[in-house]
T-cell receptor, first 114, second 113 residues
Framework: NAGVTQTPKFQVLKTGQSMTLQCAQDMNHEYMSWYRQDPGMGLRLIHYSVGAGITDQGEVPNGYNVSRSTTEDFPLRLLSAAPSQTSVYFC?????????????FGDGTRLSIL | AQSVAQPEDQVNVAEGNPLTVKCTYSVSGNPYLFWYVQYPNRGLQFLLKYITGDNLVKGSYGFEAEFNKSQTSFHLKKPSALVSDSALYFCAVSSGGYNKLIFGAGTRLAVHP
């Protein structure tokens, strides 16, 4: 049982480049989300989705796009990378049904923008 | 606005001693409170949650947490620490219809032999 799988694990980009961080889950979870983790700031929500075709913004959405065409996949796109987007990115999933469901996290993508 | 505070950047404990990692929260409405643990180069793992009911919640690996509504706190505890408990611990809160988590900054727990 793979759980939440994120690819790539590491990536270095130049300022202005674009890329897509991949996230896939095999638990048939309705809810998926993307967080970024920065030192001393915990995790902050970027975007989330409550089901295929439905996405919404979190706390820090600027510079990122998402789409949800299937239940399993929730890619995160950086349109024009900036050094401020250097971070560790985590994808998470959970069952829907309210705010009390534990979330399952992937192992993260470590992204450096030069 | 919802917020979570973890007042200690690091907690140092000797193996075998009890440990406490502190968390206070601010949220409108009923809080859903969580503790997650992160080991190096890994994602967060769920430890325990408080939704309603008994104020003492038991979770994975012998951890427990005490919900205190009057002090708006949700401290993580373990009666006897292990060196393998050394990790980064996050407190998080959610409220409302969707499972959007607000995290604290994290507390690094170091358990010394």
């Amino acid at each position: 049982n793979a759980g939440v799988t994120q690819t790539p694990k590491f990536q270095v980009l130049k300022t202005g480049q674009s890329m897509t961080l991949q996230c896939a889950q095999d638990m048939n979870h309705e809810y998926m989300s993307w967080y970024r983790q920065d030192p001393g700031m915990g995790l902050r929500l970027i975007h989330y989705s409550v089901g295929a075709g439905i996405t919404d913004q979190g706390e820090v959405p600027n510079g990122y796009n998402v789409s949800r065409s299937t239940t399993e996949d929730f890619p995160l796109r950086l349109l024009s990378a900036a050094p401020s987007q250097t971070s560790v990115y985590f994808c998470a999933s959970s069952y829907a049904g309210g705010a009390g469901q534990p979330q399952h996290f992937g192992d993260g993508t470590r992204l450096s923008i030069l | 606005a919802q917020s979570v505070a973890q007042p200690e950047d690091q907690v140092n404990v000797a193996e075998g001693n009890p440990l406490t990692v502190k968390c206070t929260y601010s949220v409108s409405g009923n809080p859903y409170l969580f503790w997650y643990v992160q080991y190096p180069n890994r994602g967060l793992q769920f430890l325990l949650k408080y939704i309603t009911g008994d104020n003492l919640v038991k979770g994975s690996y012998g951890f427990e947490a005490e919900f205190n509504k009057s002090q708006t706190s949700f401290h993580l505890k373990k009666p006897s620490a292990l060196v393998s408990d050394s990790a980064l611990y996050f407190c998080a809160v959610s409220s409302g219809g969707y499972n959007k988590l607000i995290f604290g900054a994290g507390t690094r727990l170091a358990v010394h032999p």
